[in-house]
């Protein structure tokens, strides 16, 4: 059984996020696909080499509220604080991605 642990994360936007996360239209939430090199979730795992965000991470809520994906991707680009609920599991099955929309924040 692979339950997912959640975690709270809180970003403030100083500059790119950071992440690529696949999502269809009707997807509570968003998959994180990519980490970049540079953005807020970089300065994050580097402060939490014990539970970094990574990808096949679950981006589920922002500020306490499920989104669909589109809505999700287009809130990350507007706000400036953003506190973020993230499901995490043990490995990921990344064949989920199949069919996804992905929208990068970098």
């Known amino acids: ?45 580097a402060n ?13 809520e922002f500020n306490g509220r499920v989104y669909m994906g589109n809505q999700l991707s287009q809130i990350l680009k507007d706000e400036k604080v953003r506190t973020l609920t993230v499901l995490k599991y043990i490995q990921a099955d990344m064949s ?3 069919g996804l929309s992905r929208q990068s924040f970098v």
Not at 48 to 60: E, F
């Open 48 to 60: 939490r080499t014990s539970d970094p965000v990574r990808i096949g991470d679950h981006v589920l």
């Open 96 to 98: 989920i991605l199949m």
């Open 1 to 45: 059984l692979n339950r997912a642990r959640k975690i709270q994360i809180v970003l403030e936007k100083t500059g790119p996020l950071g992440l690529t996360l696949a999502y269809t239209n009707t997807s509570h939430g968003a998959l994180v696909t990519n980490i970049e090199d540079v953005g807020s979730i970089v300065d994050w795992n």
